[in-house]
């Protein structure tokens, strides 16, 4: 019990210190995930930015490595890529005709 509950508050303290950058007005960026799991499971925390205008973002990815081992990131929008460099991330759309208008889920995120 203790283990899992260690995994959870690794995966809340992830979802918390996720940072973005955007360049457009009133944007916001927020994330969720498995809300339970137990040692061997994979864990997906998917990140959502909300505003309009929005073609590209930069951040870089904070865990607690001692309870969790990431597996990878993937982009979770259509049109956009995604590069990423150990914990650093950028992702952006690819040709500049799928900005995020409203809502999208971005990336999505392997533990």
């Not at 203790?2 to 690794?10: M, W």
């Not at 339970?36 to 951040?59: F, K, R, W």
Request: aromatic share 12%; charged share 10%.
């Amino acid at each position: 019990m203790k283990k899992i509950i260690n995994i959870l508050l690794a995966v809340i303290i992830c979802l918390n210190l996720f940072s973005a950058s955007a360049y457009a007005s009133s944007a916001s960026a927020s994330a969720s995930g498995t809300s339970s799991a137990e040692a061997g499971d994979t864990i997906t925390v998917t990140l959502y930015l909300n505003g309009s205008g929005i073609h590209g973002l930069q951040g870089k990815i904070n865990y607690d490595s001692s309870y969790l081992e990431f597996e990878g990131m993937q982009s979770s929008k259509s049109g956009w890529g995604l590069d990423y460099y150990g914990s650093n991330f950028v992702a952006y759309d690819n040709f500049g005709e799928a900005p995020v208008e409203g809502g999208a889920s971005v990336l999505s995120v392997s533990f």
